[in-house]
T-cell receptor, first 113, second 117 residues
């Protein structure tokens, strides 16, 4: 398996609280991605990064922010969590070659009450 | 814009029978196509890809997929299904004509495959 670690693996929190999810990679890949997985929607891209301090929005970025201060770490922050952000969040990495697959972490299950 | 459709939410097949999981795509240029499998409480695992060349590509665990440009399809197949193949399967596409430096993948909504003993 690709060296991708997501933390925490599970989290329960309350509406209105800030939440930060972490993705750590040991593959030295340039690209990192945050997705959310919801029934009936498959995987949807939230934000991605193409280098240190270089990030861009995906299709469902509202309510989320990201930061990448080091190649190996990509953080996803929910500034004020809402119940609609209850989901399973996946981090993925890629080497930037368009003909190569992305590789995924095992996910964070986030419940917002 | 690139898009992927997996027309079946669920596929049921008996162990030992052949299985097919369907995928169709839409791109403006040429497609790069990928299949992933997801087991419970795990991330997506890469199975196989089509980039160019032979329309029949082989991947992990005995799976293969057939690229059909005229039908814009990339169906996943296996000659003889195993109970352990039961999982959620995702098709994904990347448009070679999308430009930029993001190399984003667009995923289908997934197909739940159940193999009955």
């Amino acid at each position: 398996d690709a060296g991708i670690t997501q933390s925490p693996r599970h989290k329960v929190t309350e509406t209105g609280t800030p939440v930060t999810l972490r993705c750590h990679q040991t593959e030295n890949h340039r690209y990192m991605y945050w997705y959310r997985q919801d029934p009936g929607h498959g995987l949807r891209l939230i934000h991605y990064s193409y280098g240190v301090k270089d990030t861009d929005k995906g299709e469902v970025s509202d309510g989320y922010s990201v930061s990448r201060s080091k190649t190996e770490d990509f953080l996803l922050t929910l500034e004020s969590a809402t119940s609609s952000q209850t989901s399973v969040y996946f981090c993925a990495i890629g080497d930037g070659q368009s003909n190569q697959p992305q590789h995924f972490g095992d996910g964070t299950r986030l419940s917002i009450l | 814009a690139q898009s992927v459709a997996q027309p079946e939410d669920q596929v049921n097949v008996a162990e030992g029978n052949p299985l097919t999981v369907k995928c169709t795509y839409s791109v403006s240029g040429n497609p790069y196509l990928f299949w992933y499998v997801q087991y419970p409480n795990r991330g997506l695992q890469f199975l196989l890809k089509y980039i160019t060349g032979d329309n029949l590509v082989k991947g992990s665990y005995g799976f293969e997929a057939e690229f059909n440009k005229s039908q814009t399809s990339f169906h996943l197949k296996k000659p003889s299904a195993l109970v352990s193949d039961s999982a959620l399967y995702f098709c994904a596409v990347r448009d070679t004509n999308s430009g930029g430096s993001n190399y984003k993948l667009t995923f289908g909504k997934g197909t739940l495959l159940t193999v009955n003993p």
